[in-house]
């Protein structure tokens, strides 16, 4: 059984950085794709950044593009995600997600995409 599970998040102020990791256990050497997603209160969950198993193509959404990095280690099993210069615009719960089969890079943000799903880390950054 696929499980995925989320630390690191946090309170912080505008400008500082944060760090979230995300721990995968079951069938992890099939995740083709996995990505960072958030959801705002009020809001629609939405793609962060995603990064590919094999080249290690990565993805970004254009309002954290220079400010967030995703990492994978496929060794430990772990995704990551640094996020620097934080906004308070970035607050929110932050979600792990997988995909086992392929997925077109213009569809790696996409939520209807993932197939399994961590409990979400909260970040919050204050002004």
């Known amino acids: 059984q696929v499980q995925l599970v989320e630390s690191g998040g946090g309170s912080v102020q505008a400008g500082g950085s944060l760090r979230l990791s995300c721990l995968a256990s079951g069938y992890t050497s099939s995740f083709y794709l996995m990505a960072w997603f958030r959801q705002a209160p009020g809001k629609e969950r939405e793609g962060v950044a995603a990064?590919?198993?094999?080249?290690?193509?990565?993805m970004y959404a254009d309002s954290v593009k220079g400010r967030f990095t995703i990492s994978r280690d496929n060794a430990k099993n772990t995704l990551s995600l640094q996020m620097n210069s934080l906004k308070p615009e970035d607050t929110g719960m932050y979600y792990c997600?997988?995909?086992?089969?392929?997925?077109?890079?213009?569809?790696?943000?996409?939520?209807?995409?993932?197939?399994?799903w961590g409990q979400g880390a909260q970040v919050t950054v204050s002004s």
């Open positions: 990064i590919y198993s094999g080249d290690g193509n990565t």
């Open positions: 997600a997988a995909k086992v089969s392929f997925a077109p890079p213009q569809w790696s943000l996409l939520e209807s995409v993932y197939t399994y």
